[in-house]
């Protein structure tokens, strides 16, 4: 598959090492792929295992950044941007085929890797509640723990809805706590 900086940035040589010895070490049932980016260490995984790979994939990659490049007020960004999605595109329709299936988080990202011509087979694996009211996402009581790098968007735009619905749920509530961690957390988050 086509190495491209998307991907191949979140790659080490160091983790590769790991796998490689935990798959000599081990005997495993299937494999998990735990995100588009995982995929770097496909063919070190396929070296010493014959089993089935599956990815669980959390977004359509390319249409990310096909939406990210759409979204750019700054020309020369988002003629970057769309390079990165076209690289993405092909790389994600090319790596698919090399595995035994995707779980989908969406019925949306189903339909959207099935449009690549994939010959694995892509089920939706969903890690939402569906509603269409938003009363219904009232969070009774508990912790809430959010991970994630918010220089990303799509972070940012979960935490965003994360956060308003914690507040509409606050009131009903005192014991509930919202943690969040990761790169740049924006100052008004951190109380």
């Known amino acids: 598959a086509l190495p491209i900086y998307n991907v191949t940035r979140f790659h080490s040589d160091e983790v590769t090492e790991k796998i490689e010895v935990l798959i000599k070490k081990n005997t495993y049932d299937f494999v998990i792929l735990d995100s588009l980016y995982a995929t770097t260490y496909l063919s070190s995984i396929r070296k010493y295992f014959t089993g089935k790979i599956y990815l669980r994939s959390h977004n359509c990659e390319a249409q990310i950044w096909f939406d990210l490049a759409k979204n750019e007020q700054n020309i020369p960004k988002s003629i970057y941007f769309k390079k990165l999605a076209n690289d993405l595109h092909i790389y994600e329709s090319t790596i698919l085929n090399k595995l035994d299936g995707v779980f989908a988080i969406s019925q949306e990202d189903q339909e959207a890797f099935m449009k690549t011509n994939t010959e694995a087979k892509v089920c939706v694996i969903p890690v939402h509640l569906e509603s269409n009211d938003q009363d219904e996402f009232k969070i009774e009581k508990g912790k809430i723990f959010h991970v994630g790098n918010m220089d990303w968007v799509p972070n940012r735009e979960a935490v965003e809805r994360l956060v ?24 008004h988050y951190k109380s």
């Open 164 to 187: 308003k619905l914690f507040h509409e749920s606050i009131h009903s509530d005192d014991q509930l706590k919202l943690s969040l961690v990761g790169k740049n957390i924006e100052k």
